[in-house]
């Protein structure tokens, strides 16, 4: 399938306003191209607003952010019923989730209850408001953040949420060129916006062309191999941070779900056509495996104990697979 | 199938050593060949029934393990699995590689011989070995049938000019009696030559690449299929020093392997690889005009 704006097209727009977070940007067009939702981990302070706001901005679309606090309820959200006086009737007011580009920011703040409408609304793409339901708008991605340095007065979101993100990701700090090239991006005073490169309607033509997307019978084998071993990793080894060998199966309760190949698959295509092709190689599968999986894989307590990150245990097991 | 069958056979090496670093021609092991065979289970193998091609070689030496030994590229045989034996004794080294193949179409297929370069033990010369190759007759069952009556008819006519031979032989064995007779002059045996072989200059290693890259491009070539190109691009990445298993973004981050004619064709055989059916000839292609240009520019 041709499509004549291309997703590439999307990316090079964001990456004018965006310094480095190649892998932020990366995520958001591939949330949009596979019709997912990403998950975000690091500190504040790292354009991921200014990146969700870009990709609103550079496609026509809508963009709201929602902080999440301790006392924010369901209706916040999604919205609420309010009494018209005038008109003697119940009219429907809708929440913030009705967007094109939403931000969560600092999603483990709020309780369950609030957590579960989000994630919900994320999965079915409608929110139903008193006797009525309402669709979502479309294209809708959902990028929330967790802040991994503050820990009070959070709820932590359990894997079975976790699981409804397409991909996770760590965002880690500019490097010193990228934060050079910051000071500089963003000391005048008014910094260019984003332009429109492409419409909602494109977009949808490049779903299709992902879907479209061909996935060999190698790679299959392939995805579902590196899922595998994630439920079955008695042969892979860990280094801990101490130097000790460990059984990365000792460090893993349960391994990645079904939905996680599925998402593999999804990212794979969604990366090949980000690079202009429409078939799917193994640097596809691999690039995208560690944020398919890293929040969809149970680590037990002795992660901290022994010290090891748990991407260095991703790392040891998509390693352990050779690539077709 | 009348492609197939004049088609010329592209036989390469398809045990490219995995180790094609540099310095290998200065590695050559020192044997004393006494035998080095090609042989198969069956010269008449039938179509998606798989068979064995063997190589059997023994030298005189007790060694751990042989290299420098290539196989033929099997390319109108789909292969199944490869198994080696190396035993060593005091009486020397028999080493036997056993190549599980199955053949998809019927027609003759000729197995060019497997070689083997090392220094000859007797000289010290470096010098390649060659076994015997091998034709083969792949028979559908249907051919088989037909075969049979004129095999047959063909068996009658055989039988006549034998006879013929047969007559012809006795009367220049007669002949020859009575001429050594005359000259009484002894007649010394012919030297066994248990192998082939010709003394070869040590390949460089820009060479060795260039000579393994022309025959990726013959098979390639020769058969236009997934699988072909599958093997061609594990034999490349072989050649250039990369391990299975890696992807083409490891393999792009080996020193040189990302600029000029190695990058297109290492990203030409990825697409040749895995893209989609009705891509796959245009992907074939683009491989071997990849395959034509790194050649060139290894010349």
């Known amino acids: 399938m041709i499509v004549e704006r291309q997703p590439r097209d999307l990316h090079d727009a964001l990456a004018k306003t965006i310094v480095g977070q190649e892998n932020v940007l990366e995520a958001l067009l591939l949330a949009l191209l596979c019709n997912g939702h990403v998950l975000l981990e690091g500190p504040p302070g790292l354009a991921k607003t200014l990146a969700c706001r870009s990709l609103a901005a550079a496609l026509e679309g809508d963009f709201k952010r929602i902080q999440f606090t301790p006392d924010l309820l369901p209706s916040d959200i999604v919205g609420t019923r309010i009494f018209d006086q005038r008109e003697s009737s119940f009219a429907t007011v809708l929440g913030p989730i009705f967007a094109n580009v939403v931000l969560a920011d600092e999603i483990n703040r709020a309780p369950a209850k609030v957590q579960s409408a989000l994630l919900e609304a994320m999965q079915e793409r409608q929110v139903t408001i008193g006797p009525q339901s309402h669709a979502l708008p479309d294209p809708f991605v959902v990028m929330a953040t967790m802040n991994p340095l503050d820990s009070e007065g959070t709820y932590a979101l359990p894997i079975a949420q976790m699981d409804r993100f397409l991909m996770k990701i760590n965002v880690g700090y500019p490097t010193r060129e990228e934060e050079l090239q910051i000071l500089d991006r963003f000391a005048v005073a008014d910094t260019q916006p984003v332009r429109c490169v492409a419409t909602l309607d494109d977009v949808r033509s490049w779903r299709a062309a992902a879907h479209a997307v061909h996935v060999d019978e190698k790679l299959k084998r392939y995805i579902v191999d590196l899922v595998a071993i994630t439920r079955a990793a008695e042969g892979v080894s860990v280094k801990s941070a101490g130097g000790d060998t460990l059984k990365a199966a000792d460090l893993i309760d349960y391994g990645a779900s079904p939905r996680a190949t599925l998402a593999l698959a999804f990212l794979a295509r969604g990366r090949a056509l980000l690079d202009g092709r429409d078939f799917a190689l193994p640097d596809d599968v691999r690039a995208v495996a560690a944020p398919a999986m890293r929040h969809r894989i149970g680590f037990n307590y002795r992660l901290a104990t022994e010290n090891v990150s748990a991407d260095r245990v991703i790392d040891a097991m998509i390693a352990a697979i050779p690539a077709p | ?299």
Not at chain 2, 43 to 65: A, K, N, W
């Open chain 2, 1 to 299: 199938m009348a492609r197939k069958l004049t088609a010329p056979l592209i036989l390469v090496a398809a045990a490219w050593l995995a180790a094609a670093g540099t310095g290998r021609a200065q590695t050559l092991q020192r044997l004393t060949v006494e035998s080095f065979v090609l042989s198969a289970d069956t010269l008449q193998p039938q179509v998606d029934v798989p068979f064995h091609v063997i190589v059997t070689l023994h030298v005189r030496e007790s060694v751990s393990e042989i290299t420098n030994l290539q196989l033929p590229m099997l390319a109108q045989l789909d292969l199944l699995g490869d198994e080696r034996q190396t035993l060593s004794g005091p009486r020397g080294t028999q080493y036997r590689e056993v190549v599980t193949v199955v053949a998809h179409a019927d027609g003759r297929i000729m197995i060019a011989p497997a070689t083997l370069q090392a220094i000859d033990a007797r000289d010290g010369k470096p010098k390649q070995w060659f076994t015997n190759d091998l034709p083969l007759s792949v028979h559908s069952s249907a051919t088989r049938i037909a075969n049979g009556v004129a095999v047959g008819l063909l068996a009658h006519i055989a039988r006549f000019f034998a006879a013929l031979l047969w007559l012809a032989l006795l009367v220049g064995a007669a002949v020859l009696a009575i001429f050594l007779l005359r000259r009484r002059a002894p007649v010394p045996p012919p030297a066994p030559v248990p192998v082939s072989y010709q003394q070869v200059p040590l390949l460089s290693e820009a060479e060795r690449r260039r000579h393994q890259i022309e025959d990726a491009l013959l098979v390639l070539r020769a058969e236009r299929t997934r699988s072909a190109a599958v093997r061609v691009r594990a034999a490349v990445w072989r050649v250039i020093g990369a391990p299975e298993g890696e992807t083409l973004g490891d393999v792009l981050r080996r020193p040189g392997c990302n600029e000029g004619a190695l990058r297109d064709l290492l990203v030409a055989l990825e697409r040749s690889a895995f893209t989609y059916d009705e891509d796959l000839p245009g992907a074939i292609d683009d491989a071997c005009a990849a395959l034509e240009r790194y050649v060139g520019s290894l010349t």
